[in-house]
């Protein structure tokens, strides 16, 4: 049974025994079962999902010549790494380094492999008068095919369907296939992409009973003329032989529109042209529906009519300007690994359209074929990538090689024609992408002419040709120029040149880079992309966290590089996305949604309710939305209505009216104006938000009633000063300078000095400039202090001012730092900050004070903007209320800690007991604010968030000044406007001891 393996180290051999591609449909029996679009319930098809036999092996050299080996179990479809603990290899992330020597096309000896082996029962009737293929949908890297005892084929391109006719090897009764599927293979050194590496039949595997003679290819277009006032359908079809082709077309609502028959013998096409057809968008996704029927076969195919073209630079869909609001999103599980069940699929797409994202780049490869469908269904531009990455090649400083190589040729084309040729009848793809990040050469080029002549339908874009790789614009062989992680300005000079210098559209395929805490420029970047009609958009990377689970102690974790001795490896680097792995939005998405929300507002009278909403969408007027209105005071609503009278078209705008009533106008107002579904899509229920907007509302201070007033008494003990107002005595030690503790009704309230502090646990956004923080001792910085006197004590008032200066060992000071303490006779504690930069070689972090609390004091209430973490580059989905949850719960979990949960714009926070016994923190102007289980230390420290500890304590940051978050773990440095660039500056807040019967906050701000 066995042969030699050599077919995987070969260039020119990359499928033998196989197919030729076609387009991915099923047959099924009936136009009901058609319809249904679930393979399994065609009589034609049978699936070989489930439990199959599997060995693996170090190498193929173990393997017995006759495979007699003991079988473990394993389920197909998954990747053998995610059967952790039972050792099948582990899971591997890199994220450009090959994890093999990189010497192409030559591979290591020893190739670990999983031997499968599945055996099933046919009857005679599957087999009558019937052509038998074997279908594998994905099988990383590439495999051998044995059916009952004789070899079948070899096929490589781990993210493209390979079809074997098996007819001949199959019998009556008892079948046995053998799978040897290889871990690497030439067709490695193409598949270098930023995932995990995982290997095995990971998509569906199935067999396909056929009709002698049927259709075994076609290509269908549905593209409207330049009026949109007809559109002519095309069917390219392709038999087997001769036969009569029926068809039948109709509307989404089942109307019969068209039919007819054809002969077709070998191969043929038929055409219609329908008036006035409903036009397919990601807005308004409507399908027609096809179907044909070729001898016992009904094949039945969405359609949808769409034009995609560049004009003036611009790209046009249906002859409106669109905008790409794109997400990459890769095949990923953290069960299954690159296996993705159609119930998986359809949650990614329901949560990206509930979150205003409207077009996917597959990245790096095809996306399972289900994927394309569900797309065309829910209404997804897709960017539709070949199965091509050599990143690998430019750590070696070769980049272009194999895409310059005519050695290479075969393998680069084969890769891309299996791409265009499965996917050619889907409306969602609107780009075809010749790959990802490649180097550039003749390869290219080759791939280029061969889809020019494939399908002239649709645009081509590739990053890796744009200027700065391919040293050139290209406008010759792309549509669009493509870039990733272009900073601004770049992107703002390239869209603002003339046409020699710009003669494409802009595209982001990378941008945003959405690791951990972040990203924090999103409001930036689409501020420009909608300034610029031929900045045509981009797509965050990415969708979501790639990393595999664990049980841990009883609990779900997740790890990434290097957690199972993977080596080399990039780290966290997996974790990156928009989502955590169990598809729990994280901020990033949040802030997406926000950026590329539907509509605008714009204020035109806020006190009287006048404002001008501008309809964002292309195709769709505002009539399916209503308006909700909420007029809230002191974080309470105080009126609420709903405007469901929207007319505005698309593009328009249309004032807007608010009859706010009656309600008093004072203290702190707000209106907030969100857009709502009023009736459920196949992606939302009634209701569902689309966005929102918020404005301050005018309004008065009502006078606040006069607190009490008591004299602060002022000890000097030697080696402290205490405070005493009534109840309330604050300690401040004289060798420090620092306030140490606040004594309130026999209470100590605080569990660490309150000092000054310029550190942050490093985002992965900070995971550059965090190396200069470190060398410049940031982490360690501490207040020194050089004086600390009363300078005030008369009137009711006493005053205490620390001079200082942040400094760290072996460096030179970085900030003189002077506190200035006021205590007050409410009892209160003004705590002002001085700063002057002195010596900052690095970009400082934050500024501000920190300190720590009793751990029962974890009722928190705060006004300011939540409740999702908010920055000052990062505050689009946050918005100003009065928040009130557990202190442990304002901690965001992100699989490497990391700061986080800081909230700016705030006016108050209170940290207080179950008895409402606490602290008090107040402004008049907005400051940010944390509070965490957490230290500092422990976030910077700790590898993984299950490994974080809690402690008798609550950690609180209190920050006059914070760096911005930006995208830098990947994309451009952070806006000096989100740096701290300020010599000098000053910042105050008050702290004052409460109990359950004290004064309203809103009276202190």
Not at 551 to 556: E, F, L, N, S, Y
Not at 651 to 661: L, R, S, W
């Amino acid at each position: 049974m066995k042969q030699e393996f050599t077919y995987h180290l070969s260039l020119n051999q990359p499928h033998v025994g196989c197919e030729k591609p076609r387009a991915y449909f099923i047959p099924y029996h009936s136009e009901e079962s058609a319809r249904s679009g679930v393979y399994t319930r065609s009589h034609f098809a049978k699936t070989l999902n489930g439990e199959w036999d599997f060995a693996f092996f170090p190498s193929a050299d173990a393997i017995p010549q006759d495979f007699s080996i003991t079988y473990d179990r394993i389920t197909v479809p998954k990747c053998w790494q995610n059967e952790l603990g039972r050792g099948y290899d582990v899971p591997h992330y890199t994220n450009m380094i090959y994890p093999f020597p990189c010497d192409p096309p030559h591979l290591p000896k020893d190739i670990p492999c999983g031997l499968y082996r599945r055996s099933f029962v046919l009857d005679s009737d599957q087999l009558r008068d019937k052509k038998a293929y074997l279908n594998f949908e994905g099988v990383s890297s590439c495999f051998y095919l044995w059916v009952n005892g004789s070899f079948a084929a070899y096929s490589q391109v781990s993210h493209s369907t390979s079809e074997i006719d098996v007819t001949s090897l199959l019998k009556e009764g008892d079948n046995t296939i053998h799978v040897l599927v290889f871990k690497w293979c030439t067709g490695s050194y193409l598949e270098d992409q930023d995932f995990f590496r995982l290997s095995g039949i990971f998509r569906d595997c199935y067999l396909l009973f056929r009709d002698k003679i049927h259709i075994r290819d076609l290509f269908l277009t549905a593209l409207p003329n330049d009026a949109f006032s007809k559109g002519c359908v095309e069917c390219e079809i392709e038999t087997t032989g001769f036969a009569e082709v029926h068809y039948s077309f109709c509307d989404a609502e089942g109307n019969p529109l068209f039919d007819g028959y054809d002969e077709i013998d070998g191969s043929g096409s038929f055409s219609f042209t329908v008036d006035a057809p409903h036009l397919w968008s990601d807005e308004d996704p409507y399908l027609y529906e096809l179907t044909l029927q070729c001898g016992h076969e009904i094949l039945r195919f969405d359609v949808g009519f769409r034009r995609i073209e560049v004009k003036d630079r611009i790209v046009y869909i249906n002859g409106k300007k669109v905008k790409a609001k794109g997400v990459n999103r890769h095949d990923s599980h953290p069960l299954l690994g690159y296996t993705t069940p159609v119930e998986h699929m359809i949650r990614d797409l329901i949560i990206l359209k509930q979150h205003n994202v409207n077009t996917i780049r597959t990245s790096h490869y095809p996306n399972d074929p289900r994927f394309l469908t569900l797309c065309d269904r829910f209404g997804f531009y897709v960017v539709d990538e070949c199965d091509l990455e050599t990143h690998g090649m430019a750590d070696v400083g070769r980049w272009s090689e194999l895409s310059d190589s005519p050695d290479w040729e075969l393998q680069y084309l084969d890769r891309m024609e299996r791409l265009v040729e499965r996917d050619k009848n889907h409306p969602c793809v609107v780009i075809w992408s010749l790959g990802n990040e490649s180097g550039f050469g003749r390869n290219h080029e080759k791939m280029v002419g061969f889809v020019r002549a494939r399908d002239n339908t649709r645009l081509v874009h590739y990053e890796g040709g744009n200027v700065r790789h391919s040293g050139r614009i290209r406008p010759e062989l792309f549509d669009i120029e493509s870039d990733m992680y272009s900073s601004l300005e770049f992107c703002k000079n390239y869209c603002e040149a003339d046409e020699k210098e710009s003669p494409m559209p802009f595209f982001l395929c990378e941008y945003s880079h959405a690791m951990g805490n972040g990203p924090g420029d999103l409001s930036d970047y689409w501020e420009l992309i909608y300034s610029h009609d031929n900045f045509f958009g981009g797509c965050v990377w990415e969708y979501t966290d790639h990393s595999v689970a664990i049980v841990k102690d009883g609990r779900t974790v997740y790890t990434y590089g290097g957690d199972f001795g993977d080596t080399p490896n990039d780290g966290n680097f997996c974790i990156d996305g928009l989502l955590f792995p169990d598809r729990t939005p994280s901020i990033g998405l949040l802030e997406l949604k926000q950026a590329i929300k539907p509509f605008a507002v714009l204020p035109l009278e806020i006190a009287n309710g006048r404002f001008l909403i501008k309809n964002l969408y292309q195709f769709t007027d505002l009539s399916p939305f209503y308006l909700r209105v909420t007029v809230r005071r002191n974080g309470e609503t105080v009126f609420e209505d709903t405007l469901r009278d929207l007319t505005a078209g698309p593009q328009q705008t249309q004032e807007i009216n608010v009859d706010y009533g009656s309600f008093h106008a004072y203290g702190f107002c707000t209106v907030d104006l969100e857009l709502c579904l009023k009736k459920a899509t196949r992606w939302a229920k009634a209701d569902h938000v689309l966005g929102f907007v918020q404005f301050d509302l005018p309004t008065f201070r009502k006078k606040a009633e006069e607190r009490r007033r008591l004299t602060p008494v002022l000890t000097d003990n030697g080696d402290a000063f205490t405070v005493a107002t009534g109840e309330t005595v604050y300690t401040l030690d004289k060798a420090s300078g620092l306030l140490t503790q606040i004594e309130n009704g026999g209470k100590h309230l605080l569990r660490s000095p309150m000092a000054p502090n310029i550190f942050r646990a490093p985002t992965d956004n900070d995971r550059n400039i965090k190396l200069d923080w470190f060398k410049y001792g940031y982490d360690k910085a501490a207040f020194d202090l050089l004086s600390c006197e009363v300078t005030k004590n008369k009137d009711g008032i006493v005053v205490i001012e620390s001079d200082g200066l942040i400094a760290s060992e072996a460096v030179s000071p970085i900030l003189k730092y002077r506190l200035i303490y006021t205590f007050l006779p409410d009892g209160s504690l003004k705590v002002g900050s001085d700063v002057t930069l002195v010596n900052a070689p690095a970009p400082l972090p934050r500024i501000g004070l920190t300190l720590q609390t009793e751990k029962d004091a974890d009722q928190l209430t705060y006004f300011g903007a939540g409740s999702t973490d908010s920055y000052c580059d990062m505050n689009l989905s946050s918005r100003i209320g009065l928040y009130k949850m557990k202190a442990q719960d304002n901690h965001t979990p992100f699989i490497r800690p990391q700061e986080n949960g800081s909230h700016n714009r705030t006016r108050f926070f209170s940290l207080e007991n179950e008895n409402r016994h606490g602290l008090l923190f107040y402004s008049h102007e907005p400051f940010s604010f944390s509070v965490s289980p957490y230290s500092i230390s422990q976030l910077t420290e700790t590898a993984h968030e299950h490994e974080l500890t809690e402690n008798d304590s609550l950690f609180v940051c209190i920050d006059g000044r914070m760096r911005g978050i930006g995208s830098n773990s990947c994309g451009p440095t952070l806006n000096e406007r989100y740096e701290i660039t300020e010599k000098a500056f000053s910042f105050e807040f008050a702290i004052l001891p409460v109990n359950a019967e004290d004064a309203d906050p809103f009276d202190l701000i």
